[in-house]
């Protein structure tokens, strides 16, 4: 079993849509929770970080938390033909390597 | 204008012949990685390195090397060892004293 699941999609909705994208890990000591979104053949581009459980929210993205549940999500309001991605949920232990540990991405189409 | 650059864009190889991937940063971040990507799938882990002349092996290491010598630069050597070496291969950067790492745009390698 990997240690964090996406559901990779793809998922489709109409433009204007509020879209929600999950992730679920196995991991408790992950303590640092990000979003990425990568466009085809591009760097993933971070979106969102967040530390604790509860919501962080950034103009349209909204992001969630629940540690008790091992459980993250990104919510997009009013959703874009430009949204049309890949979202990758990564998260990080407070110690060692620091490095993260990345879902395997979900791919968002937005239709216009 | 900060950032991490990653050359070449493409690169296509023959079997048993090394290649080396650069990554550049000019953000002044002290940690550096190398993910590889392969479709459907998340990133997975290279090498890392949190210091110039230290560096760290990941989950995927085999058939790879690294090198440290200045606090921007990291270049990733994919050596005739490696048996699929075909892959996205991006770097990361960021600071120690936070988890979120920032991503430069990648580099598409064929080997034949």
């Known amino acids: 079993q990997k240690e964090v699941e996406q559901d990779p999609g793809p998922l489709s909705v109409p433009e204007g849509a509020i879209v929600s994208l999950n992730c679920t890990y196995s991991?408790?000591?992950?303590?640092?929770f990000m979003w990425y979104r990568q466009y085809s053949r591009k760097g993933p581009e971070l979106l969102m970080y967040t530390y604790s459980s509860g919501n962080k929210e950034d103009g349209r993205f909204t992001a969630q938390v629940d540690k008790s549940s091992k459980y993250i999500s990104l919510f997009i309001r009013d959703s874009q033909p430009s949204d049309s991605a890949t979202y990758l949920c990564a998260m990080s232990e407070r110690t060692g390597r620091r490095a993260l540990t990345f879902g395997s991405g979900t791919r968002l189409q937005v239709q216009p | 204008d900060g950032g991490i650059t990653q050359s070449p864009k493409y690169l296509f190889r023959k079997e048993g012949q090394n290649v080396t991937l650069s990554c550049e940063q000019n953000l002044n971040h002290d940690a550096m990685y190398w993910y590889r990507q392969d479709p459907g799938q998340g990133l997975r882990l290279i090498y890392y390195s949190q210091i110039v002349n230290d560096f760290q092996k990941g989950d995927i290491a085999e058939g790879y090397s690294v090198s440290r010598e200045k606090k921007e630069s990291f270049p990733l050597t994919v050596t005739s060892a490696q048996k699929n070496p075909t892959a996205f291969y991006l770097c990361a950067s960021s600071t120690v004293s936070t988890y979120e790492q920032y991503f430069g745009p990648g580099t598409r390698l064929t080997v034949t």
């Open positions: 991991n408790s000591a992950f303590q640092y």
